[in-house]
């Protein structure tokens, strides 16, 4: 894959090929991944145990948590009734997509599930265009929460100033990151000129989330 490929590819497993490949890879940041990937289909989930984990879970990578799924395990009979509760509803195909995606970030971590992806996939070609859809806005997500592994940028301390943390807090607590572009602007009077950075706050198609590499990295918690 090369750089250009990186921002137009569609299939998350070939990106996490070339970020382990390029020593980019981090299961913290898998885990926000897969935490903003399941966001999307989170209505579709009335398991309250499963809620109750996915709740657990992000509070605990809120902070600073750097443990895998693995840790989990006392949760994963809620999971896997999540699973069933969600197949029963396979027969609505407008929401096929996002079942498919909710299955598949519940059971990315636990190796007891390992042959759920060729179910998922049986179920895809019935919601196939909504499906590759929805696969596609997975991998936005995912360019935001990793850095570009081509060209990784070189973060300095002096961008960290009272206005940018300040922006960085407030995105992050309240989930809205509509002034990430004035976080940009915020950067520039730093002293920041780097076009990774800067390109990624003020990208209209971006996709912002918990997770963000920048602001992670002004909150110290990459």
């Known amino acids: 894959m090369t750089e250009a490929e990186w921002f137009t590819s569609g299939s998350r497993v070939h990106m996490r ?18 935490l903003a990937c399941i966001g999307r289909a989170r209505d579709l989930i009335n398991d309250e145990r499963c809620a109750h984990f996915l709740e657990e879970l992000e509070a605990h990578m809120a902070d600073g948590g750097r443990n895998t799924l693995r840790s989990f395990h006392r949760e994963e009979e809620a999971v896997r009734d999540a699973i069933r509760h969600l197949w029963r509803r396979r027969d609505d195909p407008l929401r096929g997509a996002r079942i498919v995606a909710a ?19 049986a179920f895809q070609r019935r919601s196939y265009i909504e499906g590759l859809q929805e696969r596609r806005r997975h991998c936005v997500l995912l360019r935001d929460i990793f850095v570009n592994p081509f060209r990784p940028c070189v973060f300095s301390s002096e961008w960290r100033t009272s206005t940018t943390i300040a922006l960085a807090a407030q995105m992050y607590e309240s989930r809205d990151f509509s002034a990430i572009p004035i976080l940009a602007d915020a950067f520039q009077e ?32 990459e």
């Open 17 to 34: 090929h070339v970020l382990k490949g390029l020593g980019r890879y981090s299961p913290r940041r898998w885990i926000h991944f897969n």
């Open 103 to 121: 299955r598949a970030v519940l059971t990315a971590n636990s190796p007891s599930f390992a042959s759920s992806e060729n179910v998922a996939i």
């Open 190 to 221: 730093a002293g920041c000129e780097d076009d990774v950075l800067l390109t990624h706050c003020r990208d209209p198609k971006q996709v912002h989330v918990r997770g963000c590499w920048i602001v992670d990295l002004l909150l110290g918690k």
